[in-house]
Nanobody
């Protein structure tokens, strides 16, 4: 099971921390991916991290603003988002070993 949380309404320039809680499998063995889907657009990968917390990857539009991390002891992953812009408004999803959560909505609005 994968469950995202932490979304909400934030002003431009604000910050949010998304969490991804998992259970039912060996979380530490798998990479984690965060995706987002803007209204009317295809889902896109935002950031990924290896099973040991290595090799983080970010799409260009979030580099320097978003940080992906994980805590294998807690079977959880996180996406710290700073300096949010209107273009970051989307439903955000966590995916691990082919499992998906229900998503958490991030809305950036003045």
């Amino acid at each position: 099971q994968v469950v995202e949380s932490g979304g909400g309404l934030v002003q431009p320039g604000g910050s949010l921390r998304l969490s991804c809680a998992t259970s039912g499998f060996t979380f530490s063995a798998f990479p984690v991916r965060w995706y987002r889907q803007r209204a009317g657009e295809a889902r896109e990968v935002v950031a990924t991290i290896g099973s040991d917390g290595d090799t983080p990857y970010y799409i260009d539009s979030v580099k320097g603003r978003f940080t992906i991390s994980r805590d294998n002891a807690k079977s959880a992953a996180y996406l710290d988002m700073t300096n949010l812009t209107l273009e970051d408004t989307a439903m955000y999803y966590c995916s691990v070993v082919g499992l998906w959560g229900q998503g958490t909505q991030v809305t950036v609005s003045a």
